[in-house]
């Protein structure tokens, strides 16, 4: 679980963040510019907010009143970008555990249960230069998994993807999202992501959290739409394959 009350700024924009996330996905949604990365930022320690309380599992990782202020390192959290990141001269099987290595998590996940959860066993010898968008993306998750982290933390990992490209992935986050066993904080501004990976969704807009909860409730709304964009109330349907023909 994911608990997060803060206040802070960047410049003259002012943050003012709170929601709760259950375990699996939480995302965050809201338009180009509505504040979301900073957020997760604050939340990865990369900013630091002006006051409030960060914390996961039940693990403090900020806490103004308390003095708590966890470094980067310390808040075990994996960053996965919108672009892959990878070294490129480096194999993707050296990529992959770049991270637990220059951390020194000896608690990491083993290489083979993520190889085989992403499908990236064909890729390990290749280098980065050599892969697809989706792929490189692939890789990414992989190293972020296998760095030990408490919080999985993916800031629009699809949107430098074609939709041939997101279409490949999106089994693997859906996959990702019910085998990692960790809190993924999920940010996005394409709502087909948002509503087929998430259990808690969190509308964002001018620095605000407007609104969380379940996704279904959320997306039900229809006062909403000036910050989402979408001036519709959605449905969500849920279900399971019994048979294909």
Avoid: C
Avoid at 37 to 42: E, G, K, L, R, W
Avoid at 164 to 169: E, H, Y
């Amino acid at each position: 679980m994911i608990d997060v009350d803060i206040r802070g700024h960047v410049g003259t924009f002012q943050v003012k963040a709170t929601f709760v996330g259950s375990s699996g996905v939480t995302s965050l949604f809201g338009q180009s510019g509505a504040g979301k990365s900073t957020i997760t930022n604050m939340i990865a320690g990369l900013l630091r907010p002006d006051h409030g309380r960060i914390a996961v599992n039940g693990e403090v990782l900020f806490d103004s009143r308390k003095g708590i202020d966890l470094s980067v390192r310390r808040r075990r959290v994996g960053h996965v970008f919108q672009d892959a990141r990878l070294f490129p001269h480096l194999s993707v099987k050296a990529n992959l555990t770049f991270a637990r290595w220059a951390g020194g998590r000896t608690d990491a996940r083993p290489v083979p249960e993520v190889v085989e959860l992403l499908g990236i066993g064909n890729l390990l010898d290749r280098r980065p230069g050599n892969l697809s968008g989706g792929e490189r993306q692939r890789v990414a998750i992989g190293r972020a998994l296998l760095s030990g982290p408490r919080l999985l933390l993916m800031d629009e990992p699809l949107a430098s993807l074609d939709q041939g490209r997101k279409a490949d992935i999106l089994p693997y986050l859906d996959r990702l999202r019910t085998e990692a066993g960790i809190p993924i904080l999920y940010v996005s501004h394409a709502m087909e992501e948002v509503a087929r990976l998430s259990q808690t969704l969190v509308i964002v807009s001018k620095g605000k959290t407007i609104a969380h909860g379940p996704v279904a409730d959320v997306l039900s709304r229809v006062d909403l739409g000036r910050a989402t964009g979408r001036h519709e109330a959605s449905a969500l349907l849920e279900g399971r394959v019994v048979r294909i023909e």
